[in-house]
């Protein structure tokens, strides 16, 4: 359901939330190898989420990226909300064009899946 960016980007904040005290911050190539993705498309990820606030990126030699106060406070829907955007929210989670209380997708799918109509 999620994009790889988006799945690079949820870990990489859990990865930077989870560091101990004392160690808040890391680099790009320590990010990159904990959450098993290739450096230059973590780069990416991580300038969109600094951009949006959810991370601060600090030049120098002990620099490198660490969660913002508000990356502290943000919900996880808002993650995926500045990397995939919110049609996971708004639209059909299969794709389906037609997808309501009437015609929900898990209903539609699975009279599919067993040759009904």
């Not at 098993?36 to 030699?61: C, D, W």
């Amino acid at each position: 359901m999620f994009s790889k960016a988006c799945k690079y980007a949820i870990n990489s904040m859990v990865f930077l939330a989870t560091l101990p005290e004392g160690q808040e911050r890391a680099g790009l190539k320590d990010i990159a190898f904990a959450t098993n993705s290739p450096e230059a498309f973590t780069a990416k990820i991580l300038q969109t989420l600094v951009r949006e606030n959810l991370l601060l990126s600090i030049k120098g030699p002990h620099g490198g990226f660490e969660i913002s106060e508000e990356g502290r406070k943000t919900p996880l829907y808002r993650i995926v909300q500045v990397i995939d955007g919110d049609s996971i929210f708004i639209g059909c989670a299969l794709g389906l064009q037609e997808c309501s209380e009437k015609h929900p997708a898990q209903s539609i799918t699975s009279l599919r899946l067993f040759g009904t109509t």
